[in-house]
């Protein structure tokens, strides 16, 4: 079992940047595909990023393509999700994901583990 924790979340300005750190208890979460979600007030929790076990393949929602960038350091079993060009629409919770096996999902079912959550809030 994988325990993820985030760190990093907090106000900025829009057009500001903060990066998100998820740290994996597990010395096997090198073997886990990864994954970031978020849930704004009143809404469903949506797909943000996702990175193949690898770290080669990274998928990400067209909300966030070009400005969030996902990546994952296995030595240290802690994924990132960098996030430059921030909007007021990115005022959410956001979540790290894991889940076994190769196949990356975009779906919160398709993940069995999950972090706390960290609040990202955007300023306009």
């Known amino acids: 079992q994988v325990q993820l924790v985030e760190s990093g979340g907090g106000l900025v300005q829009a057009g500001g940047s903060l990066r998100l750190s998820c740290a994996a208890s597990a010395r096997t979460s090198s073997s886990y595909v990864m994954g970031w979600f978020r849930q704004a007030p009143g809404k469903e929790r949506e797909f943000v990023a996702a990175?193949?076990?690898?770290?080669?393949?990274?998928f990400y929602a067209d909300s966030v393509k070009g400005r969030f960038t996902v990546s994952r350091d296995n030595a240290q079993n802690t994924v990132y999700l960098q996030m430059n060009s921030l909007k007021p629409d990115d005022t959410a919770v956001y979540y790290c994901?894991?889940?076994?096996?190769?196949?990356?999902?975009?779906?919160?079912?398709?993940?069995?583990?999950w972090g706390q959550g960290a609040q990202v809030t955007v300023s306009s």
């Open positions: 994901a894991a889940r076994d096996g190769l196949r990356v999902g975009r779906r919160d079912l398709d993940y069995a583990y």
């Open positions: 990175l193949s076990v690898s770290g080669s393949a990274t």
